[in-house]
């Protein structure tokens, strides 16, 4: 079975500064995808952005980029020029390649999550 | 794009009632996926559809939980006999089937929160 672990219960970050939230994962799978989902206050949740396990270049999405050690098992999420609104509880997630052994191709595996507060 | 759709938003019920969401889907998607979420923690899987067929539920699914998607667009997800743990963010999602070698993103309504009293 596959864990994802946040160690940052919450963290804050100034407007317009960069903030890096930390995330590592346990699997014995060689091939997946891993995601950061946003969820602000009373709001959906929102794809923020994603990275192939089998891509070596780490995946950036405008001022979302990602720090991804496949060796270390690690995928933090770096936030830069924070803005106010990017406060919302931060989730990483965890999914088996398409045709993962078990047919689990479909489950994604989250985190408890990172409250973000970005400040004026 | 109109999104994932839940209703309600908000249930509150006695403990022993049974209550049924309902989650509408990105109209071309075709899988559509159930998750409970608990105060502090992440989501979690329940169950998922392909079109009509539900294909895997989690062990959290007890037997008084049961899910439908009927005609392979809009599913409901009923509790029965509710109890106090039962209160909690229930989430659905969407998303295309998978291609071989892509993988494709899952997009979640606002939620249906849950208070048992």
């Avoid at chain 1, 219960?9 to 939230?21: F, G, I, K």
């Avoid at chain 2, 979690?44 to 959290?60: C, D, G, H, I, V």
């Avoid at chain 2, 049961?66 to 909690?88: C, N, V, W």
Wanted: aromatic share 10%; hydrophobic share 30%; charged share 20%.
């Amino acid at each position: 079975a596959q864990t994802v672990t946040q160690s940052q219960p919450e963290m804050s970050v100034q407007e317009a500064e960069t903030v890096t939230l930390s995330c590592t994962y346990d699997t014995s799978e060689s091939n997946y995808y891993l995601f950061w989902y946003k969820q602000p206050p009373s709001r959906q949740m929102i794809l923020v952005i994603r990275q192939e396990a089998y891509k070596q270049q780490n995946a950036t999405e405008n001022r979302f980029s990602v720090n991804f050690q496949k060796a270390a098992k690690s995928f933090s999420l770096k936030i830069s020029d924070s803005q106010l609104g990017d406060t919302a509880m931060y989730f990483c997630a965890f999914m088996k390649h398409v045709g993962g052994a078990g047919g689990s191709n479909y489950k994604l595996t989250f985190g408890k999550g990172t409250l973000l507060t970005v400040n004026p | 794009d109109t999104g994932v759709s839940q209703n309600p938003r908000h249930k509150i019920t006695k403990r022993g009632q049974n209550v049924t969401f309902r989650c509408d889907p990105i109209s071309e998607h075709n899988r559509l996926y159930w998750y409970r979420q608990t105060l502090g923690q992440g989501p979690e899987f329940l169950t998922y559809f392909q079109n009509e067929a539900q294909l895997e539920k989690s062990r959290l699914l007890s037997d008084r939980f049961s899910a439908e998607r009927p005609k392979g667009s809009f599913s409901t997800l009923e509790i029965q006999r509710t109890e106090q743990g039962d209160s909690a963010m229930y989430l659905c999602a969407s998303s295309l089937v998978p291609g071989r070698s892509s993988n494709q993103p899952q997009h979640f309504g606002d939620g249906t929160r849950l208070s048992i009293l």
